[in-house]
C-alpha cells in the first residue's frame, strides 16, 4: 500500500482526529494514553524519545515502545528528539512498523534540549531540519510529522512552517508559544501565528495551548482552522477533557490504576499523574502530599489515593447548601479541573521575594548569591544535609562536550568522546581507548597472535608393542583368552 500523505493520511490513517493527546515526557505512556482514549481522546502521541539512544539500547526499544503494543492504542504517533538525520532516520526505521507516523520534536524549550541541542534551539538550523525531514521522508514507509513552536515574528513562523512541509512534512503541530514562554513566564498562546501558518501551508495543521476546557478546543478549531487541537496539561488534569467533562478526580484516579495494574509502567509516572489528578485537593491535605511523595509501591499510591477520597467525601457531606468553591477554583478541589500556572509575581509571593520578582525559574536557580533566602526548596534542603554545598555555577567544574552526542566526555579520550559514543567507535575500528580502558584491538591482535602460535594437530604416530605408556600399562598384543 503506498503511503498516503497530507490530508488523505489524516483523513484515513488518522481517522480524521480533532482531539490529541500531546507527547509528554513520562507522562504519555501507554495506560495514561488507554485513559485519556476511553475518554474522548481520537490520537496519541509516544512520551519523547532520544533517537540516539533508541538506536544504541535494546531495552530502551522494548520499555519505551516494543513491550506497550495494544491494538487499542492506535492511531499512534511515535516522536523523537535528535539533531542528526542518519540517527533520526535509523531510529525511525526502528519504531515505523509500530506506530502510525514518525514527529520530530522541534518544541521542547527545557535546558536540556538546550545542552542536547534538540527541540526548539533547532529552529534557526534550516538546512539541517531541511536534510532531516527531506531523509525521512525518502526512507520511512510511514509519514514524517514535526511539532513545532512559534517565532516572535508572524512571518518567520510562516517560513519556517512553510520549509518544513517542503522538505516533506506531512503533518504540522504548532505551539503557539516562542521557546522563551515556560514555567512561569508561558503566558497566553498566540492563536494568531496558528492561524497564519494553517492559511500558509497545505498539510494539515494541530493547535497546542490554551485549552482548558472543551469549549476551547471549539474556539480554537473556529478562530484558527485548524484540523486538530493538541492537549498536555488540561489533559493531565483532566483526562476526560475532549468529552467535555469534569469527574470526579477519585474516578479517574480509580480508572487510570486499574489500567496499570494491566499495563504496568515505572513507579515515578502513577506517582507523577496522582499528584495531577489531586493537584488541588493535596494543597489542602499537606501530610497526605507527602505520604504520596514517599510511597515505594502502587498499592501504597492507591492507599493514599483511596484516603484523599475519603477525606473529600466526609467534606461533602459536611458542606453547606449553597457553598462555593474556595481559593478561586472553579469547582470544588475534589472536581477534575485545570490548574492555572501562576505568574512571576505569584511565584516570587510564595517563596518570600519582592526585590526579584520579574525574575523566571531559571534565572533564580542559576542566581550566583548562594544565600538561603533565593534558593529552591529542593536546594535549601541539600545545604541542610551539607552546609559546605555550594551552587555558584562559576564554580562548578566545566566539561568538554562529546563530539557526538553533547554529554561530557572523557578527559583521556583519544576520540574525544563519552564513554558510549567511544566504546561503539573503537569497536567499530578495532580500536583501543586507554583512557576509557577499551583495548579491542590489543585483544585482536593478541587473539590472532595465539591462533598463529597454537602447534597444529598432528597423525598419532605408530608405537612398538609392549612400550609402556606414561602412566599407563604395557600394551598387549594379541587375543585375548
Not at 468553591?325 to 477534575?336: A, D, M, R, S, V
Request: include cysteine; proline fraction near 6%.
Amino acid at each position: 500500500m503506498p503511503k498516503l500523505q497530507g490530508f488523505e493520511f489524516w483523513r484515513h490513517t488518522l481517522r480524521g482526529a480533532h482531539y490529541v493527546v500531546a507527547p509528554m515526557v513520562d507522562q504519555s505512556e501507554l495506560a495514561w494514553r488507554l485513559l485519556s482514549r476511553r475518554h474522548g481522546a481520537q490520537l496519541c502521541y509516544t512520551p519523547m524519545l532520544h533517537a540516539q539512544v533508541f538506536v544504541r539500547d535494546a531495552n530502551y526499544r522494548k520499555e519505551n515502545l516494543y513491550c506497550d503494543v495494544c491494538p487499542e492504542d492506535r492511531p499512534l504517533i511515535v516522536q523523537f528528539c535528535a539533531n542528526d538525520p542518519e540517527v533520526f532516520v535509523e531510529a525511525a526505521l526502528l519504531a515505523q512498523d509500530y506506530c502510525d507516523a514518525i514527529d520530530l520534536n522541534l518544541g521542547c524549550p527545557q535546558m536540556i534540549a538546550k545542552r542536547g541541542h534538540y527541540g526548539a534551539f533547532l529552529q534557526e538550523e534550516w538546512d539541517l531540519l531541511q536534510r532531516m525531514i527531506l531523509l525521512a521522508h525518502e526512507k520511512l514507509s510511514v509519514p514524517v510529522t514535526c511539532k513545532i513552536r512559534v517565532f516572535p515574528e508572524i512571518d518567520k513562523t510562516v517560513k519556517y512552517a512553510q520549509l518544513l512541509e517542503k522538505a516533506g512534512c506531512q503533518l504540522l503541530t504548532v505551539h503557539g508559544r516562542t521557546k522563551e514562554q515556560k514555567g512561569p513566564l508561558s503566558g497566553i498562546a498566540s492563536w494568531e501565528h496558528i492561524k497564519a501558518v494553517r492559511k500558509a501551508v497545505n498539510i494539515p495543521v494541530f493547535a497546542n495551548g490554551n485549552i482548558q476546557y472543551l469549549h476551547d478546543v471549539e474556539k480554537c478549531i473556529q478562530e484558527t482552522g485548524v484540523h486538530g487541537v493538541m492537549s498536555a496539561e488540561g489533559n493531565l488534569h483532566n483526562p476526560a477533557l475532549f468529552e467535555g467533562r469534569n469527574p470526579l478526580v477519585w474516578e479517574m484516579a480509580e480508572e487510570y490504576l486499574e489500567i496499570v495494574q494491566q499495563y504496568p509502567c515505572p513507579l515515578s509516572y502513577v506517582r507523577a499523574h496522582l499528584f495531577k489528578l489531586w493537584h488541588h485537593t493535596l494543597q489542602i491535605h499537606q501530610q497526605l502530599r507527602e505520604e504520596l511523595a514517599k510511597v515505594k509501591t502502587l498499592e501504597g499510591i492507591a492507599d493514599v489515593s483511596r484516603e484523599l477520597k475519603l477525606r473529600c467525601q466526609e467534606e461533602m457531606a459536611s458542606q453547606k447548601e449553597g457553598e462555593k468553591p474556595k481559593g478561586g477554583l472553579p469547582f470544588f478541589h475534589w472536581i477534575c479541573q485545570p490548574y492555572v500556572r501562576p505568574g512571576p509575581k505569584e511565584v516570587s509571593k510564595e517563596n518570600g521575594s519582592t526585590d526579584r520578582s520579574t525574575r523566571g525559574k531559571r534565572a533564580l536557580e542559576e542566581e550566583e548569591d548562594s544565600s538561603s533566602d533565593f534558593l529552591s526548596k529542593n536546594k535549601q534542603k541539600k545545604k541542610l544535609r551539607n552546609p559546605n554545598k555550594n551552587f555558584d555555577p562559576s564554580l562548578k567544574p566545566k566539561y568538554a562536550k562529546c563530539d557526538q552526542c553533547g554529554n561530557p566526555k572523557g578527559s583521556k579520550c583519544v576520540f574525544n568522546l563519552c564513554r558510549g559514543c567511544c566504546k561503539k567507535r573503537a569497536f567499530k575500528e578495532t580500536a583501543d581507548c586507554p583512557g576509557h580502558g577499551l583495548l579491542f584491538k590489543t585483544k585482536s591482535e593478541k587473539s590472532l597472535a595465539w591462533k598463529g602460535g597454537r602447534p597444529s594437530l598432528q597423525e598419532p604416530q605408530s608405537r612398538d608393542p609392549g612400550v609402556k605408556e606414561p602412566g599407563g600399562f604395557p600394551e598387549v598384543v594379541g587375543s585375548v583368552g
